[in-house]
């Protein structure tokens, strides 16, 4: 013992690692693996981003809100339309035929494919630098699993760099702005908060949080003071929000690129459906249906259905009223005032990351026509507090899983489906293994000054013992709940097909969405009770 | 060995002090840590088979991967003493069956698999060049599931033993950095899920065999050795080390020529039962062994790195001499190089020295006997990634030059994206956070070393993937890659049998050394 001390006084505590090289070396074997998936399924959305290219390469920038020559029309905020901009000059040197705009239709040479995945893969830098942000001050334990959480994210790889979107890109510039917030650095926040609403205004849904918490933590000093500040933060979010809707207002065409933006045409649910409130919202409407037919009374099915994928402007609803834009705007809202009536009494920077990931689970929740990739949204920021202790370790775990596994059917062909598995697996694997060995150590440490200095070795070795067995569990609840989804996926898989083999093709899918629902729904009541209890 | 338990220590301090950048995956032990490893290598393993595979939509003759699904074509469709026989429904000349009987039961199972849900793949005569969707992915995933069935397993038989005794605990990091180096070796990946072959069976095996030697279980690591043999007579490539280990093993026990006389029940019987089917008539026998030696094709295939086709560049071997002379001359090259080894694991037997027997029975094999192929590269990198905790940048090196003498193959194969992944992969992982403050001697021989010719390579690269070769000389970059690999390997394997010589030296020093441990 005492020759080991001697030794450890010899050898001075090494310098801490920059750490900026390692991220570096967890993003770049995130990369290779994301290389090469590059000839893997990619959804039409690619079709999109690629068609996107062609309408702000070729076309002056007051035709790009107004083009029709695709069904794929422009429907982002002005920012995301400059960076595809930005993009299609690269496009545009490496083949011409990726950004025409009629001979580019459908384009699937190898070069478009590889360009595209790139760019997904080299704008992902911005989330690298979001996480590094966050996380340069914390222990290097914590700020590794924070790493594996975020820059190894397998529903960033499923929806990024499989469907195909530039997400890591966004929520990189989300959690830059989180930084800044946390750092105390408001007014930054605020502008970058603002420049990503001008990228993707579905991030929108954060805005009252940011409003109030701006507000109240940036704004409320005093009367001459505040209204100062106020007015230089106004200032700010309107330079933005000129940079990118003035070309626009100059041409006179903020309308139409407003009614671009919010397609309320669209209707409630996507044809998968999200596993929000509404999917409970439209079971109820069946089963109370199904029995009101049982008892005689002439119920007339609906126009629309939720399951055929399209839905149009009639009532998909045969019992129960009609659900509006409206109506789900001000449930969000309703869902979110707790929230905002604590960052408006006790705005600290600290908590700002969980009100801006209640925000979203709210956003996803309750609101009108999400897709199930929006769950990403409050996933990836959440990822930033789960470290913090076991409670939140546990949720995150929980809610992790099953949001990754909400978006499987979005891969529906057999070539990925183990890549799907093995990548929610191994996310799985790395959350266990990394957490308990956080909250092993955490234990430890707390249990240790406890005893006292004779026989402290020998308490430190029971306290880790004991540790080691208690270290990070779930519960029996949880548990079960992820066995259930394991049965979900078997179901769905093997023993639909050999019990009911074409019959009721949208069962395996509806069953997902009910179930996971549940699992969303209970995040958001455990987040909600965190927040209103803290 | 001081050495090494400097590291070791080193590496128990780096636990202690909470800084590890591994020791949070790692804190459960070896099995949780392994399974962890495993799941992303069979990650990379699936993504990798997404891309082309060899001879993909080439007709006439397609390629392997057009062959393996031939095979099983004809097992499944053929009774089992027709495999090996040219008939009116068996064309020898369309990828015929060329290795052993072991290769064809796993065929005929995975045919099994692939007939269940799409017959029409496996279709005697219509399914050749079948290359539907389901077809392809049942394929791959038949790949797949040798591998996490067969290999992994053999590697967590091979860790676990390698580091039992040992300070598990402080030595963790290092134990998973050698579990996935192994896993994810990128030529293996490479040449199992890109460009499509089984060798990950043949290998796993050999993998047991060791580990079963390691453990002392010589019966065990018989039948398993026997059983790759019988997989793809390749495997014969390690033969010189396990029979040379387990000779001087047994000589030095009471009854050596009853022990030897055991090991030899233990193998005959194992190849009797492989070959049950075709022991019966000797006309029969030698007709499956006439399939397995195809002599015809010459001393050496496209532009391999061994001995005789980078010398043919100034010696003509095949325009000098007759087929069965060279064959003489390649079988005495080839003894007369793993001679040495083998005398060193006669005399002294010992684990370590087993292990770099088999890197140099294997090296000598790969680069001096008679019709060798850039992918037996894979065979001497094997035991390579056994030792790569002892030999790091020796393993790291072998690979990158071996990965490199497989390029004009895999380009060939337009498999370049995972190229470049897996190899950025791999130096990625030798770099991995914590492997990198081990002090390192740099001296100028050294460091300009280990510039220069990595720097040879990535330009070669650069060269052959953008320039075309002039007209008079198509093959002039093929034939200057397989000049620098010939000459990385063969300092290699004179570097790695003059390491396993020193041991001798040491051995004395070292078995004190056990017993005070």
Redesign the interface.
Known sequence: MESQSTQKLKNPPKPPHNPISELWWFFAAATCVKLLLIPAYRSTDFEVHRHWLAITHSLPLSQWYLDETSPWTLDYPPFFAYFERFLSIFANLIDPQMVHLQNGLNYSSDTVVYFQRVSVCVSDLCLLYGVYRLTRNLDPVRRKLIWVLVVWSPMLVVVDHLHFQYNGFLLGVLLISLSYLEEGRDLMGGLVFAVLLCFKHLFAVAAPVYFVYLLRHYCWKGLVKGFGRLLILGTVVVAVFAVAYGPFVYHGQIKQVIHRMFPFGRGLCHAYWAPNFWVFYILLDKVIAFFLGRLGFKIQAPAASFTGGLVGDSSPFAVLPQITPAITFIMVLLALSPCLIKAWRDPRPMMITRWVAYAYTCGFLFGWHVHEKASLHFVIPLAIVAVQNLDTARHYFFLSIVSCYSLFPLLFESQEYPIKVLLLLLHSMLMWLGFSAQFTKDKTLEMAPSGKNKDSHLELNRSVIAAQKGGFDIGWVVWSYLVGLLLVEIWGQFLHPIFLGAKLPFLPLMLISVYCSVGVMYSFLWQLKHILVS | MTKSSKKSKEDE?IVD???D?W??????GIT??F??IA??S???R???S??PYSGAATPPKFGDFEAQRHWMEITLNLPLNEWYRNTTLNDLSYWGLDYPPLTAYQSYVHGLFIRFFSPESVALFTSRGHES??GK?LMR?TV?SSDALVFFPAVFYFIVVYYSGRNQRGRMCGIAWHIAIILLNPCLILIDHGHFQYNCISLGLTIGAIAAILSDKDLLACVLYSLALNHKQMSAYFAPAFFSHLLGKCIRRRYPIFEVFKLGIVVSGTFLVVWWPYVHSVEAFFEVLSRLAPFERGIYEDYVANFWCTTSVLVKWKRLFPTHQLKVLSLGATISTFLPSMIQQIWAPSKKGFLYGLLNSAFSFYLFSFQVHEKSILLPLLPASLLASEEPFLFTWMTLYALFSMFPLLHRDKLV??Y???S??FI?LS???NRR?ETRETNAFRSIVTTFFPLCSLILHVVYLSMNAPQRYPFLFEALIMLLCFSQFTFLTMYTNAQQWMLLKHSNLVDKEKKLL
Do not use: M, R, T
């Open positions: 301090e002090s909470g800084d950048a020791c949070w995956l790692l804190h459960k949780p840590s399974f962890c799941l992303f069979l990650l990379v699936v993504a990798v997404l891309h969707y389901l992915l995933w797949l994206l995972p470049i992944a897996l950025a992969l990625l770099l991995a956070p403050q």
